[in-house]
């Protein structure tokens, strides 16, 4: 008789199958068999918010093979992931094959973990089997009764107040505010001019090099000191000043400072280092991880796990895969390589030590190995975890900075510097310069591996000539800029998945969750990798702020998790947390239900004057968004759907929508459908408005008379071919990535996979240039012509 073991994917199952061979029978549940019902809440408030969990519609078949199997297995392992989800599911699968019936336990029945599929873990787990842990279990249920609760309790409150369809999610509607409030401080943001002074010096010995004023008089220059260079007139006049001082090299500092290796990944992190690093968003990092670790066929070799479990928030690495990495590193790096102790890394104090770092499980599987086997995403994110994992295991880099500063005494007749000499009460001033190099001793984990950054900074990384004190410098050069105070940056995924970690909003197994489901609700959406809150998003949000402030409270919510790890512990009671949550939630909810009146943003302004009565036409909110009506409403009830803005063509040629250039349109920050409505484009097959949609491949145009007409067109960049003259617009690939092709294909099949700018190339003078971007994110404009080479900055930076 075979032992059977029950885990929760197909692809975990064959390559336990393969571990444990004809000894075991492994099945998969393929994810929950049990939840709360679909089309009701399923939680009775009134006695002790006890849940009603059914069989998962489809479900029924798997769970009948479980029973099957189970009643002929001499020992049942339960082997779903080692977290609470895996505990609810082991929980759930006896539920259905033990005998509710009998009150004695079903001494088979064993619950395993590990945190690798390796033979020593797996095999090591059946060895000291256990049972399944209640505290795990009641910890899922109370954050699946909490999300029900307000799932239910919100959402019809959304549709009577909003519009109808809508819903609401507990820790999803805190992460839009977070994007919503961050929007408001960009719009709110005044900037604010301030200059910088940059020179160029040489000394006895070669090259020049450059040095930026850094105080005057020892004020620092910076805006939270008194000195600033406020203006181009003080600017203008201090390097007038400086033009004929005589400048010395006063002092040298030279600093020596280890940089020490970066933990191996959690969960947040490699979600944060592949959306920078790899474009990737949070959803497919866990999903192409969860690849790697539920086994990756090799050839002959078979199915093999390749990192270990994926959802964790420990940087606990087992002493085994300390060992074999010191002599990888040794073999590959050499001694120097490897630090005299195994590095440790501390985890924030509500992590689960009981799981690992994530981590390669094999050292004879290195990436470049592999690659045969990998798909081009599972390549690229096995690549990221082996290096980041082997390099936190070596020894840190040791790097030298040099410091010059330079000084001159400033005595001058001129005004604007008078004036500024005496708002800081000096007669004279002493401008110092300062100019820095950092020189990499020796490398040691930046051999292999460094992090990115969520903002793109400028790396002072100047190579500076071996002066010595007190020489005497000449001034080459002076170069006054100009620079304004930035707003806050808008969120990426990864600049979001750190908000949310450090504020304790969501778990790791949540943050993926939680950034696609506020995309799917379209209460946000993504531009150039940038979340921007819709105008929805932004109507839902403040009513709820308005309604349910404690609901969406940043603290509260994360007070709220921290109740649920508690459940875990067993330091708290989950009805008593339900309970404590739900009391003051209902009576919000019964507050809001007693207001009168749907919530719906003003109208908007427009030029266009309504035919029928002469009276302007404004954009009203509606229960399918915004549309255009007569502001005589409701004695004039005329109204039209919001049309694209079009600033080329015209209905006689073939009419094609053009967008603003990046970052140029005030409708990106809302809904992007909205700008103006000056224009008119037209079908060309039934005359009708056209109207911007969006669709599985992203957004189009299509015939406003839909379904009567389906004409439809895809939206032009105001770039044209170079091989026919016909539009070259945006489309998507099957897999949603943008790239852009001639309007006329397949006639023409000219394609791009970069974003066509319609500006000509100032070297070649081709017709147009495209953006790309660098590995820090920083886009920037290029020529595609053979042997051209341009290059151009963008002002803009995704950080």
Known sequence: MKS?????????????????????????????????????????????????????????????????????????????????????????????????????????????????????????????????DMKKVEAQQARRILDRLVGYCLSPLLWRKVKGGLSAGRVQSVAVRLIVDRERGIETFKKEEYWSI???FEGSKKPSFWARLHSIEHRAQSTEHKFLIPNEEIATAIVNDLRDKEFVLSKIERKQRKKMPYPPFITSTLQQEAARKLRFPAKKTMAVAQQLYEGIELGGEGAVGLITYMRTDSHRIAPEAQEWARELIDKTFGKDYVPEKPPQYKSKATAQEAHEAIRPTYPTKRPEDIRQFLSKDQQALYTLIWNCFISSQMSPAQLEQTTFIIESEVRSQNSELQTL?????????????????????????????????????????????????????????????????????R??????????????????????????????????????????????????????????????????????????????????????????????????????????????PK???????????????????????????CSGFPKCKNT?????????????STPSLTLPPRGGGQGWGVDSELRTLNSELNCEKCGSPMILKSGKYGKFLACSRYPECRNTKPIATGVKCPQDSGDIVERRSRKGKPFWSCSNYPECKFALWYRPVNKKCPQCSAEFIVEKRDRTGKIYLSCLKKGCGYKEDSKEVVV
């Open 640 to 652: 039209k759907p919001i049309k694209p803005d079009s600033t080329e063509q015209r209905a006689e």
């Open 421 to 489: 000499n005496s708002e800081l009460n000096i007669n004279s001033s002493l401008a110092e310069f300062r100019a820095s190099g950092t020189v990499i001793r020796f490398p040691g984990f930046m051999a292999l591996y460094t992090e990115s950054k969520d903002e793109v900074e400028d790396e002072n990384g100047l190579t500076l000539p071996p002066l010595k004190e007190g020489e005497r410098l000449r001034l080459l050069n002076l170069q006054p800029r100009q620079h304004f105070t930035q707003p806050p940056p």
């Open 4 to 132: 059977l073991v029950i885990v929760e994917s197909p692809a975990k199952a064959r390559t336990i199958n393969k571990i444990l061979g004809n000894e075991f029978r492994v099945l998969a549940s393929i994810g929950h068999v049990k939840d709360l019902p679909e089309k009701e809440m399923g939680v009775d408030i009134e006695n002790d918010f006890k849940p009603h969990y059914i069989v998962i519609p489809g479900k029924e078949k798997v769970i009948k093979e479980l029973k099957k199997v189970s009643k002929e297995a001499d020992r049942i392992f339960l082997a779903p992931d080692p977290d609470r989800e895996g505990e609810a599911i082991a929980w759930h699968i006896v539920s259905e094959i033990s005998d509710l019936k009998s009150r004695v336990p079903d001494e088979r029945i064993y619950r395993i973990t590990f945190n690798e599929i390796t033979e020593r873990a797996v095999r090591e787990a059946i060895k000291t089997p256990n049972k399944i």
């Open 603 to 629: 109208d908007i302004p427009t030029e266009t004057m309504c035919e029928k009565c002469g009276l302007p036409m404004v954009l009203r909110w509606g229960r399918h968004g915004r549309f255009i009506a």
């Open 491 to 600: 969120y990426t995924e990864a600049a979001l998945v750190k908000a949310l970690e450090e504020k304790g909003i969501g778990r790791p197994s949540t943050y993926a969750t939680i950034l696609s489901t506020i995309q799917d609700r379209k209460y946000v959406h993504k531009i150039d990798g940038k979340f921007f809150p819709t105008e929805l998003g932004t109507v839902v949000n403040g009513f709820l702020v308005e309604r349910f402030p404690e609901l969406i409270d940043i603290g509260f919510t994360a007070k709220l998790e921290g109740e649920l790890d508690h459940i875990e512990d067993g330091k708290r009671k989950w009805v008593k947390v339900v309970r404590d949550f739900y009391n003051p939630f209902s009576h919000d909810l019964t507050e809001a239900i007693k207001t009168t009146g749907k919530i719906k």
């Open 198 to 200: 940059n020179a160029e």
